[in-house]
């Protein structure tokens, strides 16, 4: 506004331009004064002017996604002295917030109940340790070149993404090999339970007769009820909402698979979840080994 003001002053004058403005000419005034003698500003001034960049440069090493709070959290994780609502209030006069959810589409066709594993889960999604309780699912991406389906494997323990799929099919073996990659890169011992919605790619007997080679114990929630798989849905969201309805139009799967590389990698070593109070998944689990070191050392 300031600015306007200052590109049309010579044709419309200060005042009346401020009286439609609503903004005393003083402001005005004392603004003019300060950009001429950056040393006349206030305390608050200097220090939002010292701020400003590094809100911005920590909003942008995050992708661009966080909201105040989350930004808050990360400025203090980097040792700055700021209180939230300093946060909320230069983000506005950059410009900048967080990402907002759009509405979930359903890609789930499920198989009747009879057909299924038992729920083992009861809509309670917190492992009290990695590689104790997964939970999968997968979404669906529009390109120019048709659809692409992206697969996800979670470690509820710290929500870590374990494994992941982007392919042009939706059938069988585009799931499992989002759970070959967990099982190559986990290596969980048995009695790890495996949840997924009533999809007919994760109750198909090619899936369920890997996850019993594997050691891994099935367990299926019911068709079309986002709570029966809530952690996945909300990581899908998270996955929608950060990349796919931030970043697109989408051309090819080429594209949607190196953006979720990136994002998974993000996501498991910087991204500060609520949850976890405010840490990463990676640093939540290293914090529950070295747990069980210090344990070890003092027995």
């Known amino acids: 506004m300031i600015a306007f003001i200052q590109d049309h002053r010579d044709q419309h004058g200060v005042e009346p ?20 003698d950056p040393a006349r500003a206030s305390d608050r001034a200097k220090r939002d002017d010292e701020l400003r960049p590094e809100v911005l440069r920590i909003w942008q090493e995050n992708r661009s996604v966080y909201g105040a709070r989350k930004l808050w959290h990360a ?3 980097e040792k700055f002295d700021i209180a939230r609502c300093t946060v909320e209030r230069l983000m506005r ?3 900048i917030e967080g990402v907002r959810r759009g509405k979930k589409v359903k890609t789930t066709h499920g198989q ?3 057909l299924c594993p038992l729920d083992k889960v009861n809509r309670q999604f917190r492992a009290s340790q ?5 939970v999968s699912d997968f979404t669906f991406v529009s390109t120019w070149r048709g659809f692409v389906y992206v697969a996800f494997v979670i470690d509820t323990f710290a929500n ?10 939706q059938d069988t073996q585009f799931v499992l090999d989002a759970l070959e990659q967990a099982l190559h890169a986990r290596r969980p011992s048995e009695n790890l339970v495996h949840h997924s919605d009533r999809g007919s790619q994760y109750v198909s007997i090619k899936y369920t007769e890997r996850l ?6 099935p367990s299926v929630g019911s ?6 798989n809530a952690l996945a849905e909300t990581m899908i969201g998270l996955f929608k909402t950060e990349v796919i309805n931030r970043l697109g139009p989408w051309k090819s799967k080429d594209q949607v698979e190196w953006e979720t590389l990136k994002w998974v990698d993000w996501f498991n070593t910087k991204r500060l979840l609520e949850p976890l109070g405010y840490i990463t998944p990676q640093e939540a689990e290293d914090a529950y080994y070295q747990g069980l070191k210090t344990d070890d050392i003092a027995a």
């Open 212 to 217: 019993v080679d594997a050691g891994l114990e």
């Open 112 to 114: 009747p109940a009879e």
């Open 130 to 134: 990695p590689n104790q309780l997964w």
């Open 223 to 228: 068709v079309g009820d986002s709570y029966d």
């Open 75 to 77: 400025m203090k994780r």
């Open 160 to 169: 870590r993404i374990v494994g992941w799929k982007a392919s042009t099919s």
């Open 17 to 36: 331009m401020c009286r439609v403005l609503q903004i005393a000419p003083s402001t005005f005034y004392e603004h003019q004064v300060i950009a001429r």
């Open 93 to 95: 006069d950059i410009g």
